[in-house]
C-alpha cells in the first residue's frame, strides 16, 4: 500500500499485533557498554584521585586544580556544542526528510518468520536513528580534543605582552605565542565538526532522495531529492565556507612563522608579494560563496552558487602558481637584492629571540707569549685545569665506585667548592640504584627492598692517583669524605636521574641501605617525601592505577607505609611546572651535608616570528633554577 509519505511492506493484521518476545540478551549490547563506561570512569578516578594526592604533597595542589578545571571546562564546552550541533543537524535532516517505508507483520507469525524481513530495514530508517548516537560519539571525541587544549587555553587567557612587535603586521610577538595557537585550535575543531554534520545530514538525505523508474512515469529517471534538504545543506556549506575563509585569515600572520625551503626563516619577498594577496583573494572569495550560498536557499537554482565556487578554485589554484611564477622569474634572478630586508628581519628577532643584544664583543689577540711569573701570577686557574674527559670519568667510576652491580653511574657534573679556603673545581657523579641489574628481580626486591641509591664520587679535575686513576674527595659505601667541606650525612637517593619506578617505604620488609663489606645495612626511610598508602582505599587507588594487584595482596602494608612514585627529577619538575622546559641533564651537589639535584629551567617557544629556530625552538630566557631534595623528593 503506497501514499505520499511512506510505504507498508507486508500483510495487514487480521488483529491487534502481539508484543514480540524479549529475547534473553536483547539489552546486552546495554550491559557491556555500561559496563566498560564504568570501569572506564573507575581507572580515570583513580588516576585523578592519585594525582592529586602527588600534587598535594608537595604543596602543588593549585597547579592540579588549574590544569584539571581548564581541561574540563575545555572538554565540556568543547564536547556540549559539538555533540548538540551535530545531533540537532542530523534530528533537523531526518525530520525534514520524507517519512520512511513502515514494516508491520501478522500477529499469527513467529518471530522466525519476521526476522528476515526485519533485516531489510532501508538504511533510510538507520540514518534516521544516528543522531543521537553520532551526535554522543562526536561530542566524546571533540571534548577528549578539547581536554588536551587545556593548556593551551590557559596560555592563552594568562598572557602578557613582549613588549616587541614583528616587522610586518606590528603584532606583539605575544599574539603569535599566546593567541594564534588558541584561534587555531578552535578553527580546526570546528571545521573538522562541520564537516561531520555535513556530510551526515547529506547522507541522511541521499537515502532519501527518490529516484523515478517507472518507464511510463512523465519524467522517468528524474531525482527527487527532499526540498528541504537543499536549503539544510546550503546553510551548512556557507558556515563551512565562512571557517574556510577564517583559516585563511589565520594563514596570513603564519607567513612569518614558516620556513618553505629558503636560506631563512620567516616570511620572504615571495611570500609577503604573492602567497599573501592570494591569500585576501581567496577570504573574500570563500566569503563571497558564502554569501551567494546563502542567497540560493530562496532560489531554485544553484549556478551562481557553482559560479562563485568554481572563483574560489581559480584563486586557489592562482595562489598555487602565482607564487611559483615570481620566486622563479621574478625573485631568483635578484634573490639577494629583494631578500636583504626580510633577512635582516630574521636576524634582529634572533638575536632578540635568543637574547643575544646584550653580548659584548672583545677582540682577543691571543699571540702573548706566557712566562713563569704568568703562572705563577694564576696558580688558581692552572689547579683548576680540567684533566678528566667525562666519559672516560664515568668509565673509571664505573669500575672502581659501583662497589655492587646494581649501582650505576649515570653522569658525570662539573662543581666548585670552598675546599681549604681554596675554590676548587670537582667532578661529580651520584651512585644510582639500577633495578634492571638486580640479581634476583621480583615485586618484593623492586618496589620494598631495594628502593634507592647511595652516596657519590667525588674528585678534583686536575689530580690522578700514580696508578693513573682519579684522586677522590667522597668515595666508598658508606661514603667517606677526605675533605670536610664535602661531608655527606644523608647519602641516600632516592629521586634522580634514573628513579622512576614507584617503591613502597615503611613496610613490614626492610629497605636494604648500603653495603658494608660482606654484609648488608638495612634502614627504612625517614623523609618527609611520598604518600600514605597505609589505608585500604588508597591502596585500592594506587593499585587501580598501576594495576598492581600484588599491592592489594601484599601483607607487607602498615599503616605508615608510604608510597613515593614520580621519581626521576625531570620529570617531577616538568609535572609541577609544566610551562616550563627544563634541562636533559640535572647535576647533584652537596649543600649542608645534603645531595641535591639542580636543573636548569627555561622558558622557549617556536613561534617568535622570524627567529632562526634551532633544536624545535627559536626564542628562550633561561628563568628559573629547581631544586630537589635526593632523599625527601
Known amino acids: 500500500m503506497r501514499n505520499s509519505n511512506f510505504e507498508v511492506v507486508g500483510k495487514i493484521p487480521k488483529r491487534e499485533p502481539r508484543k514480540q518476545t524479549e529475547h534473553n540478551g536483547s539489552k546486552l549490547w546495554l550491559i557491556v557498554p555500561g559496563i566498560a563506561l564504568l570501569a572506564g570512569a573507575w581507572f580515570a578516578f583513580a588516576y585523578f584521585y592519585t594525582d592529586y594526592l602527588w600534587f598535594a604533597s608537595?604543596?602543588?595542589?593549585?597547579?592540579?586544580?588549574?590544569?584539571?578545571?581548564?581541561?574540563?571546562?575545555?572538554?565540556?564546552?568543547?564536547?556540549?556544542?559539538?555533540?548538540?550541533?551535530?545531533?540537532?543537524?542530523?534530528?533537523?535532516?531526518?525530520?525534514?526528510?520524507?517519512?520512511?517505508?513502515?514494516?508491520?507483520?501478522?500477529?499469527?507469525?513467529?518471530?522466525?518468520?519476521?526476522?528476515?524481513?526485519?533485516?531489510?530495514?532501508?538504511?533510510?530508517?538507520?540514518?534516521?536513528?544516528?543522531?543521537?548516537?553520532?551526535?554522543?560519539?562526536?561530542?566524546?571525541?571533540?571534548?577528549?580534543?578539547?581536554?588536551?587544549?587545556?593548556?593551551?587555553?590557559l596560555r592563552f587567557f594568562y598572557q602578557v605582552p613582549f613588549g616587541a612587535a614583528d616587522p610586518?603586521?606590528?603584532?606583539?610577538?605575544?599574539?603569535?605565542?599566546?593567541?594564534?595557537?588558541?584561534?587555531?585550535?578552535?578553527?580546526?575543531?570546528?571545521?573538522?565538526?562541520?564537516?561531520?554534520?555535513?556530510?551526515?545530514?547529506?547522507?541522511?538525505?541521499?537515502?532519501?532522495?527518490?529516484?523515478?523508474?517507472?518507464?511510463r512515469a512523465s519524467k522517468p529517471g528524474r531525482i527527487e531529492f527532499p526540498i528541504a534538504g537543499r536549503a539544510?545543506?546550503?546553510?551548512?556549506?556557507?558556515?563551512?565556507?565562512?571557517?574556510?575563509?577564517?583559516?585563511?585569515?589565520?594563514?596570513?600572520?603564519?607567513?612569518?612563522?614558516?620556513?618553505?625551503?629558503?636560506?631563512?626563516?620567516?616570511?620572504?619577498?615571495?611570500?609577503?608579494?604573492?602567497?599573501?594577496?592570494?591569500?585576501?583573494?581567496?577570504?573574500?572569495?570563500?566569503?563571497?560563496?558564502?554569501a551567494v550560498a546563502v542567497v540560493c536557499i530562496l532560489q531554485k537554482s544553484i549556478k551562481l552558487f557553482l559560479t562563485a565556487m568554481s572563483l574560489l578554485i581559480l584563486i586557489a589554484a592562482a595562489g598555487w602558481l602565482y607564487p611559483a611564477v615570481m620566486q622563479r622569474f621574478s625573485v631568483g634572478p635578484n634573490e639577494l637584492a629583494k631578500e636583504t630586508p626580510f633577512i635582516r628581519h630574521n636576524i634582529e628577532a634572533t638575536r632578540a629571540a635568543f637574547n643575544?643584544?646584550?653580548?659584548?664583543?672583545?677582540?682577543?689577540?691571543?699571540?702573548?707569549?706566557?712566562?713563569?711569573?704568568?703562572?705563577?701570577?694564576?696558580?688558581?686557574?692552572?689547579?683548576?685545569?680540567?684533566?678528566?674527559?667525562?666519559?672516560?670519568?664515568?668509565?673509571?667510576?664505573?669500575?672502581?665506585?659501583?662497589?655492587?652491580?646494581?649501582?650505576?653511574?649515570?653522569?658525570?657534573?662539573?662543581?666548585?667548592?670552598?675546599?681549604?679556603?681554596?675554590?676548587?673545581?670537582?667532578?661529580?657523579?651520584?651512585?644510582?640504584?639500577?633495578?634492571?641489574?638486580?640479581?634476583?628481580?621480583?615485586?618484593?626486591?623492586?618496589?620494598?627492598?631495594?628502593?634507592?641509591?647511595?652516596?657519590?664520587?667525588?674528585?678534583?679535575?686536575?689530580?690522578?692517583?700514580?696508578?693513573?686513576?682519579?684522586?677522590?674527595?667522597?668515595?666508598?659505601?658508606?661514603?667517606?669524605?677526605?675533605?670536610?667541606?664535602?661531608?655527606?650525612?644523608?647519602?641516600?637517593?632516592?629521586?634522580?636521574?634514573?628513579?622512576?619506578?614507584?617503591?613502597?617505604v615503611n613496610t613490614k620488609t626492610e629497605e636494604f641501605s648500603h653495603p658494608a663489606g660482606e654484609q648488608n645495612v638495612f634502614r627504612n626511610y625517614t623523609g618527609a617525601g611520598g604518600l600514605p598508602i597505609g589505608s585500604t582505599l588508597e591502596q585500592l587507588m594506587f593499585a587501580t592505577r598501576y594495576a598492581d594487584l600484588k599491592l592489594l595482596l601484599s601483607e607487607d602494608l602498615t599503616a605508615e607505609s608510604r608510597v613515593l612514585k614520580t621519581r626521576n627529577i625531570r620529570e617531577r619538575l616538568q609535572k609541577v611546572a609544566p610551562y616550563l622546559r627544563f634541562d636533559n641533564d640535572p647535576y647533584l651537589v652537596i649543600s649542608d651535608v645534603k645531595l641535591i639535584w639542580i636543573a636548569d629551567a627555561y622558558t622557549t617557544t617556536n613561534r617568535y616570528p622570524y627567529s632562526q629556530p634551532t633544536d624545535g625552538i627559536n626564542y628562550i630566557r633561561n628563568a628559573v633554577k629547581a631544586t630537589v631534595d635526593a632523599y625527601h623528593g
Open 232 to 290: 539544510h545543506l546550503l546553510s551548512l556549506v556557507a558556515a563551512l565556507l565562512l571557517l574556510v575563509a577564517w583559516k585563511t585569515y589565520l594563514a596570513m600572520p603564519n607567513l612569518l612563522l614558516i620556513n618553505d625551503g629558503g636560506s631563512f626563516f620567516g616570511a620572504s619577498y615571495t611570500d609577503l608579494n604573492a602567497v599573501l594577496p592570494t591569500l585576501w583573494a581567496q577570504m573574500a572569495a570563500a566569503i563571497l560563496a558564502a
Open 356 to 504: 643575544l643584544n646584550s653580548i659584548e664583543e672583545r677582540e682577543l689577540s691571543g699571540g702573548t707569549a706566557l712566562n713563569a711569573a704568568d703562572i705563577r701570577e694564576n696558580q688558581r686557574t692552572i689547579n683548576n685545569i680540567r684533566l678528566w674527559d667525562q666519559q672516560p670519568l664515568l668509565d673509571v667510576f664505573g669500575q672502581i665506585q659501583e662497589i655492587r652491580t646494581y649501582y650505576e653511574f649515570q653522569s658525570v657534573d662539573n662543581d666548585r667548592y670552598n675546599i681549604n679556603g681554596e675554590l676548587r673545581q670537582v667532578m661529580i657523579s651520584p651512585r644510582e640504584l639500577n633495578a634492571a641489574s638486580l640479581p634476583n628481580r621480583n615485586w618484593i626486591n623492586e618496589h620494598l627492598t631495594f628502593t634507592h641509591g647511595y652516596g657519590a664520587a667525588v674528585g678534583p679535575v686536575d689530580k690522578v692517583t700514580p696508578e693513573g686513576l682519579p684522586e677522590l674527595f667522597v668515595k666508598d659505601l658508606p661514603p667517606t669524605a677526605t675533605v670536610p667541606e664535602l661531608k655527606i650525612d644523608r647519602p641516600e637517593i632516592y629521586f634522580g636521574e634514573m628513579s622512576n619506578e614507584r617503591v613502597y
Open 58 to 153: 608537595l604543596g602543588f595542589q593549585t597547579v592540579f586544580g588549574t590544569l584539571l578545571t581548564a581541561g574540563l571546562l575545555s572538554a565540556v564546552i568543547f564536547g556540549a556544542a559539538a555533540g548538540f550541533l551535530t545531533f540537532l543537524n542530523l534530528r533537523l535532516a531526518a525530520q525534514r526528510s520524507p517519512e520512511p517505508p513502515v514494516i508491520v507483520y501478522d500477529a499469527d507469525e513467529t518471530d522466525e518468520e519476521i526476522a528476515p524481513r526485519l533485516e531489510t530495514i532501508p538504511i533510510s530508517i538507520l540514518l534516521r536513528n544516528a543522531a543521537l548516537p553520532v551526535g554522543v560519539i562526536v561530542g566524546l571525541l571533540t571534548a577528549f580534543a578539547g581536554w588536551n587544549l587545556g593548556e593551551t587555553f
Open 168 to 215: 610586518i603586521f606590528g603584532r606583539d610577538i605575544a599574539f603569535y605565542v599566546f593567541t594564534m595557537p588558541a584561534l587555531e585550535a578552535i578553527s580546526l575543531l570546528a571545521l573538522l565538526v562541520l564537516i561531520v554534520n555535513l556530510v551526515g545530514a547529506a547522507m541522511i538525505y541521499l537515502a532519501h532522495t527518490r529516484v523515478e523508474t517507472d518507464k
